[in-house]
T-cell receptor, first 113, second 114 residues
Framework: AQSVTQLDSQVPVFEEAPVELRCNYSSSVSVYLFWYVQYPNQGLQLLLKYLSGSTLVKGINGFEAEFNKSQTSFHLRKPSVHISDTAEYFC???????????FGAGTILRVKS | EPEVTQTPSHQVTQMGQEVILRCVPI?????FYWYRQILGQKVEFLVSFYNNEISEKSEIFDDQFSVERPDGSNFTLKIRSTKLEDSAMYFCASSEALVSNEQFFGPGTRLTVL
């Protein structure tokens, strides 16, 4: 069974500052890793995913994440955030069968002007 | 851009009543899912569905729950006799294929059981 821990429930940051949202996972098998974003009153939208290959993954809206197998982490980063990035961000894993996603508790990113 | 839609956006029901939550997945997708999020808790997997069969279900998905694809476009989640603890946001998702394929999520149905 897999589990995901998002260490920060809320991250406040000023506009144009860099941000890192942390995600650690636990699994006895190889996994795929995902970051989803949820804007108010909307569904979950995929930001990026790691399946294999390069450990640095680039996604939409200028976000990127780095897979670190030894630390079982998949932290999300953006070098300069905008007000419009204010949302809740979810880290998720699936096993290689890909049949279901296991989510973390989510991190609310609040970007202040 | 194609999207997953869900109706209703908010459903209020009395404990013990049956509810049906409806979803229209993206038209060429073959795999369908239901997840739920109780207020303040994680998004949890309920069930996956492929080729008119349940592929996998979680411990939450007990005999009170059922899923159906009654026609070529809808995918429904039925809760037979609702309990207070069924109050949650229910998300439908669909994907074109398994493994490496993005699951596209709908906006959710907020179910309130009184």
């Amino acid at each position: 069974a897999q589990s995901v821990t998002q260490l920060d429930s809320q991250v406040p940051v000023f506009e144009e500052a860099p941000v890192e949202l942390r995600c650690n996972y636990s699994s006895s098998v190889s996994v795929y890793l995902f970051w989803y974003v949820q804007y108010p009153n909307q569904g979950l939208q995929l930001l990026l995913k790691y399946l294999s290959g390069s450990t640095l993954v680039k996604g939409i809206n200028g976000f990127e994440a780095e897979f670190n197998k030894s630390q079982t982490s998949f932290h999300l980063r953006k070098p300069s955030v905008h007000i419009s990035d204010t949302a809740e961000y979810f880290c998720a894993v699936s096993d290689l069968d890909g049949n279901k996603l296991v989510f973390g508790a989510g991190t609310i990113l609040r970007v202040k002007s | 851009e194609p999207e997953v839609t869900q109706t209703p956006s908010h459903q209020v029901t009395q404990m013990g009543q049956e509810v049906i939550l409806r979803c229209v997945p993206i038209s060429n997708h073959l795999y369908f899912y239901w997840y739920r999020q109780i207020l303040g808790q994680k998004v949890e997997f309920l069930v996956s569905f492929y080729n008119n069969e349940i592929s996998e279900k979680s411990e939450i998905f007990d005999d009170q729950f059922s899923v159906e694809r009654p026609d070529g476009s809808n995918f429904t989640l039925k809760i037979r006799s609702t309990k207070l603890e069924d109050s949650a946001m229910y998300f439908c998702a669909s994907s074109e294929a398994l493994v490496s394929n993005e699951q596209f999520f709908g906006p959710g149905t907020r179910l309130t059981v009184l």
